[in-house]
T-cell receptor, first 115, second 117 residues
Framework: EAGVAQSPRYKIIEKRQSVAFWCNPISGHATLYWYQQILGQGPKLLIQFQNNGVVDDSQLPKDRFSAERLKGVDSTLKIQPAKLEDSAVYLC?????????????FGPGTRLTVT | GQQLNQSPQSMFIQEGEDVSMNCTSSSIFNTWLWYKQDPGEGPVLLIALYKAGELTSNGRLTAQFGITRKDSFLNISASIPSDVGIYFCAGQLGLGAGGTSYGKLTFGQGTILTVHP
């Protein structure tokens, strides 16, 4: 079974530029998550989708971050304009509701450097 | 909000030694998960725990869900060089929590494990 795919793997941009990340979840996983992981910390949830609807975006800086999941499969996360403090790894994860709970599986991440 | 305190922050051990790390929370979780992250990769799920008091093994790894539902432990026996990495605990409200936060993971700060051959 293919895992969660993300692209690009690395991105370097200047502050105030815009950037977009793409995620393709595991086939059949209805729930998709975007996390931000700053160096030396654990991942922090930015936004959670159930199919193509947003169920939690309380931690998303909405003045500059946006995300969508058209057709309930692939998702894109955009930052516009980027700030220096946005330098981090952006992880996408997906999960399937099972009898016991939601086990999340992560993609390899996109490492963003803002200069 | 919920916070997880993971300890120790780092460990340096010899190959063959056993390792223990733990995670405590200020509030209750219904599910605990342990992940390992290698450099340049996303976290990989090691063990998932769904019931208070549950003890689960996955090869040389053993994890326990604390009775109070506010803590969890991970043990690695007979460590080998490929165990090197960062280990994260994560708590989840899970099924039955209602609302919109059922799938959300709250992560600890991670334990950096170094194994000397």
């Amino acid at each position: 079974e293919a895992g969660v795919a993300q692209s690009p793997r690395y991105k370097i941009i200047e502050k105030r530029q815009s950037v977009a990340f793409w995620c393709n979840p595991i086939s059949g996983h209805a729930t998709l998550y975007w996390y931000q992981q700053i160096l030396g910390q654990g991942p922090k949830l930015l936004i959670q989708f159930q199919n193509n609807g947003v169920v939690d975006d309380s931690q998303l800086p909405k003045d500059r971050f946006s995300a969508e999941r058209l057709k309930g499969v692939d998702s894109t996360l955009k930052i516009q304009p980027a700030k220096l403090e946005d330098s981090a790894v952006y992880l996408c994860a997906s999960s399937l509701r099972q009898r016991t709970g939601y086990e999340q599986y992560f993609g390899p991440g996109t490492r963003l450097t803002v200069t | 909000g919920q916070q997880l305190n993971q300890s120790p922050q780092s460990m340096f051990i010899q190959e063959g030694e056993d390792v223990s790390m733990n995670c405590t929370s200020s509030s209750i979780f219904n599910t605990w998960l342990w992940y390992k992250q290698d450099p340049g990769e996303g976290p990989v799920l090691l063990i998932a725990l769904y019931k208070a008091g549950e003890l689960t093994s996955n090869g040389r790894l053993t994890a326990q869900f604390g009775i109070t539902r506010k803590d969890s432990f991970l043990n690695i026996s007979a460590s080998i060089p490929s165990d090197v990495g960062i280990y994260f605990c994560a708590g989840q409200l899970g099924l039955g929590a209602g609302g919109t936060s059922y799938g959300k993971l709250t992560f600890g700060q991670g334990t950096i494990l170094t194994v000397h051959p």
